[in-house]
């Protein structure tokens, strides 16, 4: 699975902003599909997966404001972050893995990426 992520950008705290990951190969709905995040000098984070049959997890640090959502037919998933604060300034990674678990390595597929900044 190919993945090419977009939608970042900088916002002001409080605001809103949709990344989007779109898929390609015919494996894709097969696949568990998430986000992932890293800050300056910080380890890369699991913000959340969904399974193919669209179960999801989150951070704890989520406490409700972002969604993800996915859509098979479109080979894309979706993550609406709302309520930023300046602490989710990092790069967004979608990752593809094969089976259920989003932390596994197992046929891992990485986005390049995309910077999302908060401002106070």
């Known amino acids: 699975v190919q993945l090419q992520a977009s939608g970042g950008g900088l916002v002001q705290a409080g605001g809103s902003l949709r990344l989007s990951c779109a898929g390609s190969?015919?494996?894709?709905?097969?696949?568990?599909m998430g986000w992932y995040r890293q800050a300056p000098g910080k380890q890369r984070e699991l913000v959340t997966g969904v399974t193919s049959g669209g179960t999801t997890k989150y951070g704890d640090f989520v406490k409700g404001r972002f969604t993800i959502s996915r859509d098979n037919a479109k080979n894309t998933v979706d993550l609406q972050l709302t309520n930023l604060k300046p602490e989710d300034t990092a790069i967004y990674y979608c990752k593809s893995v094969r089976g259920p678990r989003i932390e596994t390595t197992f046929g891992a597929s990485w986005g390049q990426g995309t910077q999302v900044t908060v401002s106070s």
């Open positions: 190969g015919s494996t894709f709905s097969y696949t568990a």
